[in-house]
């Protein structure tokens, strides 16, 4: 009888707030008695979906909400979820968004149905998105103004490093509240630094999209010059891995461009957004970065021809196509 009243009484925890539709998936994993905390997670894309699960195996509670289909492992692995963001926020203490550019980000916390409708006074809000510093800054009074902190907290490392959990992140807001999430950012990442302030982590990520992107060129350059002498593109590759030439690009993206293997870790049309990102904030700046914006007309050039969906170290494609040279050959189907 105990143990069958235990049961009744968390199921009871789990009912809908009047309005809302929320679905308890696998209560056994939603036990109120261990110590992680209650996180709501919204957005679950290639980069969501990894981080929301590696958050539920280091033992927190998941409350999430996403436009598209709930992947059917969130909800084996014991998330419960809402028909909204403002069903997460009621039920959540830590509210992560996870969404893919600046609109969607203040759609999901202000919109109709969206997070700061369920916040009550002492939660946290924390967007691992990568948008604009200055609408980020707009948005953490927002959130301030109803008695809850705000975090932004964008991440680098991509699909791979999501699910490995070795994410890099960028961290702007109040250290207390930093260091209240700590343990969620843990179960996501390995390099967690907390910048500044409620933009500075939206800021570096800014600057970390600008160095990838032309290492990405830097490195597509390279093999297509050695390509186009005659060497082998991927023996290059090897050597130049040994050397002071060496990187993650080189090593990653590297060798999508010898393989010949374009699907989508970082889609093109995001890193496009981040990088107007870059231009339009040094333009307020009134600083030049001529290389981000060689950068940004390949990823336009790439676009042009219907590659926007593909992993940006497909950006090689538009120096090819000026070059009229493949890397390598695409492999036969």
């Known amino acids: ?33 261990k110590s992680g905390q209650k996180v709501g997670f919204i957005g679950l894309g290639i980069m969501g979906t990894p981080m929301a699960l590696n958050l539920i195996q280091a033992g927190h509670q998941l409350f999430v909400s996403s436009r598209s289909k709930i992947p059917a492992a969130l909800a084996e692995q014991g998330a419960t979820v809402c028909t909204n963001a403002t069903g997460v926020a009621k039920r959540a203490d830590v509210i992560i968004t996870m969404v893919p550019d ?7 916390l202000f919109g109709d149905t969206g997070v700061a409708k369920g916040l009550s006074a002492g939660k946290t809000v924390v967007d691992m998105s990568s948008i604009s510093p ?24 991509g699909e791979v490093g999501a699910k490995a959990g070795s994410l890099t992140i960028m961290v702007g807001g109040p250290a207390a509240a930093f260091e209240r999430v700590k343990p969620l950012f843990d179960a996501m990442g390995k390099n967690i630094t907390l910048v500044g302030g409620n933009g500075d982590g939206q800021t570096t990520k800014v600057a970390n999209q600008i160095i990838v992107a032309l290492n990405i060129e830097a490195v597509a350059e390279a093999l297509l010059f050695a390509s186009k002498a ?8 090897q050597a130049l891995m040994g050397g002071f030439a060496a990187s993650r690009i080189l090593e990653v993206h590297g060798e999508r461009m010898v393989q010949r293997t374009f699907n989508p870790g ?15 904030g040094a333009k307020e700046l009134g600083v030049s970065l001529p290389n981000t914006a060689s950068a940004a007309q390949l990823m336009q050039s790439c676009a042009a021809h219907g590659w926007a969906g593909l992993d940006h170290s497909a950006l090689c494609r538009s120096l090819e196509l000026m070059a009229n040279h493949q890397i390598a050959p695409t492999p036969a189907a």
């Open 230 to 237: 005659g060497a082998d593109p991927a023996r290059v590759r």
């Open 134 to 157: 200055m609408a980020t800054q707009q948005f953490a009074r927002q959130i301030n103004a109803l008695g809850c902190d705000y975090l932004d907290a964008p991440v680098s490392g």
């Open 1 to 33: 009888m105990l143990k069958g009243a235990a049961s009744a009484a968390r199921q009871s925890r789990f009912r809908d707030a009047p309005g809302d539709t929320d679905r308890p998936h696998q209560q056994r994993n939603l036990d109120m008695t």
């Open 266 to 280: 970082f889609r093109i049309e995001l890193h496009q957004k981040d990088l107007n990102l870059a231009l339009q």
């Open 102 to 108: 600046t609109p969607h980000v203040q759609d999901v």
